[in-house]
């Protein structure tokens, strides 16, 4: 355990500086990432906080902040008046689109590149399969529901 929290550690200070260079936190980039990624780029709140771990209230202070930088805009759901949704706004893409190169090559410089193919597509099936024990709701509102 004491192995993995020593790469997950290391990642995260290669990561986070390299998005704070953009400045940002790393939670406001995954925000940012998430409802870029997501249907019409915007997530149900509590959707969005499910798949960031973030408490309705958390959640709700990171889309302050990103909203009152432009890059992040609440507006009501269409379909249930009860629901509010978080948008990725054209400046909020515009930071992303700039953070995104560089994140790209420090995870290749320090995660990817470091793993043959194989390696690779074992290890992210295993991630994956890990993530949807231990984070049920990480995918949570990103996908159209199928019945």
Same mark, same amino acid.
């Not at 948008?87 to 990817?112: E, K, Q, S, Y």
């Not at 992210?124 to 049920?136: E, G, M, N, S």
């Given at each position: 355990? *004491? $192995?993995?929290?020593?790469? /997950?550690?290391?990642?995260?200070?290669?990561?986070?500086?390299?998005?704070?260079?953009?400045?940002?936190?790393?939670?406001?980039?995954?925000? $940012?990432?998430?409802?870029?990624?997501?249907?019409?780029?915007?997530?149900?709140?509590?959707?969005?906080?499910?798949?960031?771990?973030?408490?309705?209230?958390? /959640?709700?202070?990171?889309?302050?902040?990103?909203?009152?930088?432009?890059?992040?805009?609440?507006?009501?759901?269409?379909?249930?008046?009860?629901?509010?949704?978080?948008?990725?706004?054209?400046?909020? $893409?515009?930071?992303?689109?700039?953070?995104?190169?560089?994140?790209?090559?420090?995870?290749?410089?320090?995660?990817?590149?470091?793993?043959?193919?194989?390696?690779?597509?074992?290890?992210?099936?295993?991630?994956?399969?890990?993530?949807? /024990?231990?984070?049920? *709701?990480?995918?949570?509102?990103?996908?159209?529901?199928?019945?």
């Amino acid at each position: 355990m *004491g $192995l993995f929290a020593e790469v /997950i550690g290391g990642l995260n200070a290669k990561f986070s500086a390299q998005v704070g260079d953009h400045k940002l936190s790393m939670v406001e980039f995954e925000v $940012l990432l998430r409802l870029a990624r997501s249907p019409q780029q915007a997530l149900r709140m509590t959707d969005l906080a499910t798949q960031t771990l973030l408490t309705t209230s958390g /959640i709700t202070r990171v889309v302050d902040r990103l909203e009152r930088d432009g890059l992040v805009r609440r507006f009501a759901c269409p379909t249930d008046r009860r629901g509010l949704l978080a948008g990725i706004t054209d400046a909020g $893409l515009a930071r992303l689109n700039g953070v995104m190169p560089g994140h790209i090559d420090t995870i290749d410089r320090w995660f990817t590149g470091q793993l043959s193919d194989d390696e690779l597509t074992t290890f992210l099936t295993i991630l994956r399969k890990l993530r949807d /024990i231990v984070r049920p *709701g990480a995918v949570a509102g990103a996908r159209p529901a199928h019945r």
